[in-house]
Structure formats: C-alpha cells, structure tokens
C-alpha cells in the first residue's frame, strides 16, 4: 500500500517562500505520478501542480505559475513544491496525491485521477 506524507507547512507572509516535501514509501507500479492540491475552508479541493512519473512532464494552476515549482527526486522517493512570492489565497491545506500507471510521461490536476493521498500540511500566508 501506497503511503504519502506531507512536510513543509507552516505559516508565512505575504511574499514569502516555504518548500512543501512529499514522501512516498511501498511504491509498487512502473511509475507514479505526483499531484499538489490544496483546499481553503469553503472551497472545493484544486490541482495545483503535478509532475509525471519520471519528472519530464509538470503542470501548473494558472494563478501560481511563475511562482511554484514542483520537482521529484526519485532515488529518495520525494517530490517537492518550492512556493514562493505566497500571497494571502494561497492560505489551504495541501495534499499530495499519486496515481500508479505505466505511463512515464503524464499526471493530472482532476482529484478523481489519483487514489492515494497524504493527510496534508497547513499553509497560511498572513502579516
């Protein structure tokens, strides 16, 4: 069984930087890969970055690009979310998803794409 689990979160001002970790273990498929989603109080659950199986392929929320970065390392199993400039709507609870496939080349940003989530990590971006 897939395990996820989330590390970086942590409170911020506007403008700052924190670098969210995702560490995987009883890795079993070809490939996995690697969804960033986030959910404020209210709101419906989104896709913030994802990154494929053997990181070639990344995919970005349209209000975070430029400023988000998604990596994976997997000799160590782990995929990072560099977060800089973080603005106040950038406050949530970030998860990371992984979905097992054959494929090297492809992730997604839809929540029914993936089956295996971490408990996620508090980011709150405030002065």
């Known amino acids: 069984q897939l395990q996820l689990v989330e590390s970086g979160g942590g409170l911020v001002q506007p403008g700052g930087s924190l670098r969210l970790s995702c560490a995987a273990s009883?890795?079993?498929?070809?490939?996995?890969?690697i969804g960033w989603f986030r959910q404020a109080p209210g709101k419906e659950r989104e896709g913030v970055s994802c990154?494929?199986?053997?990181?070639?392929?990344?995919a970005y929320l349209d209000s975070v690009k430029g400023r988000f970065t998604i990596s994976r390392d997997n000799a160590k199993n782990t995929v990072l979310l560099q977060m800089n400039s973080l603005k106040p709507e950038d406050t949530a609870v970030y998860y990371c998803?992984?979905?097992?496939?054959?494929?090297?080349?492809?992730?997604?940003?839809?929540?029914?794409?993936?089956?295996?989530w971490g408990q996620g990590t508090q980011v709150t971006v405030s002065s």
């Open positions: 990154i494929s199986g053997v990181g070639s392929r990344t």
């Open positions: 009883g890795l079993t498929s070809d490939y996995y890969y």
């Open positions: 998803a992984a979905h097992g496939t054959t494929i090297r080349d492809m992730c997604g940003m839809q929540t029914w794409q993936y089956e295996y």
